[in-house]
Each structure stands twice: as structure tokens, then as C-alpha cells.
């Protein structure tokens, strides 16, 4: 992988994943259009004397995207974050003027005693509530968004690569793709622990003495996750298993870099964890309305040869280890193919 290659791809995913930002203002539209249209096809069906199931004949009314993402921003923006300001910046000051004023002699301490009832105050009673309430409905939201998105694009992007072994046994057979409960678990604790493993590798990196190398090395880390995270909600969707989401990020590492990247820099901006998170939390919407119109570079297409990269590697041998712990065999063998001819 040469330095060209790297910065044009990183560039592009960069470009794309500002695309959720313009198209807010018309997902809704296209959305009802889509569904519109396919009503209107099953409409005709049905008048050309086919079959048609009578839950298909009612028509439902289109998902607002654009009101949950407005909702999302304006409880984690509008009520969170700004609490927070106000509080800090506004209340805070306030009621140490007034102590002042009313006690011009306090006690040595006094007015660091006050900060700290008030900050411990605030935090118990309206941050950690508020904040794990927040991650509930954002949840929600986020999964909403997604389901909408990909009731009119459901196989957005999926052309682009060319998955595993098991991937293709589903295409051939599409009985198989309807997972068990058990899959679905298992696919969802394994994914869940490589992101716990590899966020928590990326804090390493960060706590590293090595200055801006640090900064950099945990924000490419970051970029890679937030880049994972938005994909997820679609290939989750096509029931893509995790080895198959780790191969797909691994087939071209600086697309993914550069399309996780902004939020990876608005999110790290501030030194208080839960403005990050409040943050992330505002702008995570819009970075998975630009991964539905995203259009990644075909993996293996490169004329400098492989983009394959195994960043995800060490992390997936740790996560091998646990669910060897727990159980003797997994429903998916998480170990990567760093060969795309193997793919």
C-alpha cells in the first residue's frame, strides 16, 4: 500500500462521510418515494391478477428520519449538553458569587468545599441519570434510522465485496439467511467484545508518553471503530457475521479511517469524557446517513496491490481466547483472512 493510494482513499472516505449532512434535508422525501413506487408496483401486480398478500395491499405511512435525527440532537445536544454548559458556566458561578457576597470572610476551603457538593450534586442526580437514559433512546433512534434507510436501499453497497465463505453459501441458499436466536447471540457478544477489545487498545495508545504519535495512533483507532460502527447497521442487516464486517473494514483500512475521522476528532475534542460522548452522540446520525450513501472503493481493485491490512488481528486472537473460555466451539471462527485471494 503505498503513501498515494493511502491519502487519496483516505480523502474520499473522508468526503463521503460528510454526505449524511446534505442528505438530511431529503432522505425523507426519497424515502416516501420509494415506498410510494412500490406500492404502486404492488397495486399493479394485484390488478394484473397475481397473488398478492393482503398486508402488502395496506399502505404504511413512511418513517420520519429526519424528525428521529432532530430528536437525537436536540435531546443529547439541546437538553444534555447544554445543561451541562449552563450549569458550569452560568449557575455555578452564580451561586459562588452570591456565597460570596453573603459571607465576604468564609472559611479557608469554603468556596472548594461548595464546588465539589455542587459538582457531586449535579453528576448523581441529572448526569448519570440523564446520560443512561440518553444512550437508551439513542439506541432506539439509531436502529430506527437504520431500518428506514434500508427499507428503500437494501442492498446499498453490499456489490462492493466479495465476503467469506459463509456469505456466499447464503447468497447460493436463501433459506439460510433467516439466523437462529443462538446466531444471533453469538454474533453479538463476539462483535461486542472486539469492539471492547479494540477500544480499549486504542486507550492504550492514547495513554502512551509518546506526545502527538499517541494522539494520532488512538485517533486512527477511533476513525477505524466509529467507521464499523455506522457500516454495522447495514451489514448487519444483510446478515453479514462478524468475520465478514472485520474483512470488509480490513479491505480497504484508509477509506475507513477517513470516514470515521471527523467524528473521531469533534469527539475527542474536549478533555471531559461525557462532552465527547455528547458529541458523538449528536453527530453519530448523520455518519449513518452518509454510510447508506457511502460508495466505497471495491476492495482488491487497486493497481498497487493488496489493501488488505489485519489491524483488527490482535484483538480478535484476545477475543478467540475469551469465547475459548466460555465455550469449546463458536458459531463463528473469528480468525481474518489476510490473503483476499482466500476471500
Request: glycine content about 4%; some cysteine; hydrophobic content about 50%.
Amino acid at each position: 500500500m503505498d503513501a498515494k493510494f493511502f491519502i487519496e482513499n483516505l480523502f474520499i472516505g473522508f468526503l463521503q462521510s460528510l454526505k449524511g449532512l446534505r442528505s438530511i434535508w431529503n432522505v425523507d422525501v426519497l424515502i416516501e418515494k420509494k415506498l410510494t413506487e412500490r406500492y404502486e408496483r404492488v397495486l399493479e401486480a394485484r390488478s394484473n391478477g397475481y397473488r398478492v398478500p393482503n398486508h402488502r395491499l395496506k399502505y404504511k405511512k413512511p418513517p420520519k428520519v429526519a424528525k428521529k435525527v432532530v430528536q437525537s440532537c436536540f435531546i443529547n445536544g439541546g437538553i444534555f449538553l447544554m445543561s451541562i454548559v449552563v450549569f458550569y458556566w452560568v449557575f455555578l458561578p452564580i451561586v459562588l458569587w452570591v456565597l460570596q457576597v453573603i459571607l465576604p470572610r468564609p472559611v479557608a476551603g469554603f468556596r472548594d468545599v461548595v464546588d465539589h457538593v455542587m459538582n457531586f450534586l449535579f453528576g448523581s442526580f441529572w448526569i448519570i441519570p440523564v446520560y443512561i437514559a440518553t444512550r437508551v433512546f439513542n439506541c432506539l433512534w439509531w436502529q430506527d434510522i437504520a431500518d428506514a434507510l434500508y427499507k428503500v436501499r437494501p442492498n446499498v453497497n453490499n456489490h462492493q465485496y466479495r465476503t467469506s465463505s459463509l456469505s456466499s453459501d447464503r447468497d447460493a441458499s436463501p433459506e439460510l439467511v433467516k439466523w437462529s436466536l443462538s446466531m444471533l447471540l453469538t454474533d453479538m457478544c463476539y462483535a461486542i467484545t472486539i469492539d471492547t477489545f479494540f477500544l480499549i487498545q486504542a486507550t492504550i495508545f492514547s495513554l502512551l508518553p509518546f506526545g502527538i504519535l499517541s494522539f494520532v495512533i488512538s485517533t486512527l483507532h477511533l476513525s477505524l471503530l466509529y467507521a464499523l460502527y455506522a457500516f454495522e447497521y447495514i451489514w448487519w442487516a444483510q446478515r453479514c457475521d462478524a468475520k465478514d464486517r472485520m474483512i470488509r473494514i480490513q479491505s480497504n483500512v484508509p477509506y475507513f479511517i477517513g470516514f470515521g475521522l471527523p467524528l473521531a476528532l469533534v469527539s475527542s475534542a474536549h478533555d471531559w469524557p461525557i462532552i465527547n460522548g455528547c458529541l458523538y452522540s449528536v453527530l453519530f446520525p448523520f455518519l449513518i446517513l452518509s454510510a447508506f450513501e457511502a460508495n466505497p472503493p471495491l476492495n482488491g481493485n487497486s493497481t498497487k496491490g493488496s489493501t488488505q491490512f489485519p489491524v483488527f488481528t490482535p484483538v480478535i486472537t484476545i477475543s478467540e481466547f475469551v469465547f475459548g473460555i466460555f465455550r469449546k466451539r463458536s458459531n463463528f471462527k473469528a480468525y481474518l483472512v489476510s490473503d483476499p485471494d482466500t476471500m
